[in-house]
Nanobody
């Protein structure tokens, strides 16, 4: 069982940066792929970025490619999402998620592939 807690959200102006953190408690974090999703008001939850257990493979949504970076520190049981050059359309609640398939080498991109979810953190980008 893994519990996830996001932090680092807030209000930022367009062009600014934020770094989200997702701290995991419980066993298994270092063996799991991790991902970030977001959900804007009135929209479905969408994939943002994900990485395999060792960071060897990453994948980004086209809308954030080149601006966002996902990385992890397994010693700290934490995954991060560095968001640069933010745009108003990045405004959403951001969720981290864990895929508990042991040492999977394929980056999961769909919500149903993830077993554990955090409660989310609000990111608001003003124009």
């Amino acid at each position: 069982q893994v519990q996830l807690e996001e932090s680092g959200g807030g209000l930022v102006q367009a062009g600014g940066s934020l770094r989200l953190s997702c701290a995991a408690s419980g066993r298994g974090f270092s063996n799991y792929a991790m991902g970030w999703f977001r959900q804007a008001p009135g929209k479905e939850r969408e994939f943002v970025a994900a990485m395999t257990w060792n960071g060897g493979n990453t994948y980004y949504a086209d809308s954030v490619k080149g601006r966002f970076t996902i990385y992890r520190d397994n010693a700290k049981n934490t995954v991060y999402l560095q968001m640069n050059n933010q745009k108003p359309e990045d405004t959403a609640v951001y969720y981290c998620a864990a895929d508990s398939r042991f040492l999977a080498i394929v980056v999961p991109r769909r919500a149903h592939e993830y077993d554990y979810w955090g409660q989310g953190t609000q990111v608001t980008v003003s124009s």
